[in-house]
């Protein structure tokens, strides 16, 4: 059975739009992950309507004194980048070849472990049959 894709809110732009069909036709969320995707949709069409200001006006503007600076559009647009990876995140949408019991949690967890005993030496020492 074909299950139908729910409207995206209307206040959503095109980039908002475009992810909640991604996301629809590919996952089945359940209705706690349903603001989650708000949230990020609202996020992307953020950092769409940055963008759009970024190329229309460029990374350098003129300062008090005459002087060129870098806009404050360019640390927006950067942290909404941020902030829109971060809802993506948490959503935890499984990724191709991997499991859909692992959070990003789980994930920066397995990271710092296999860093922190990347160099470690088992109390034993090395056997040549490993080394």
Do not use: I
Not at 4 to 27: E, I, N, Q
Request: aromatic share 4%; with cysteine; charged share 25%.
């Amino acid at each position: 059975m074909t299950r139908k894709t729910p409207s995206p809110p209307r206040a959503l732009g095109a980039a908002g739009r475009d992810l909640w069909r991604r996301v629809y036709s590919a996952f089945e969320l359940d209705d706690h992950e349903v603001p989650g995707l708000v949230l990020a949709c609202r996020q992307l069409d953020d950092v769409a309507r940055l963008e759009e200001l970024l190329n229309r006006d460029g990374p350098v503007v003129t300062g008090s004194a005459g002087q060129p600076r870098l806009s404050a559009v360019v640390t927006e647009v950067r942290q909404a980048r941020l902030a829109a990876a971060r809802l993506l995140d948490a959503l935890a949408l499984p990724v191709d070849g991997e499991s859909g019991s692992s959070t990003p949690a789980v994930k920066r967890a397995r990271r710092a472990a296999e860093s922190r005993w990347a160099g470690h030496v088992p109390a034993g020492g090395v056997d040549d049959a490993s080394a």
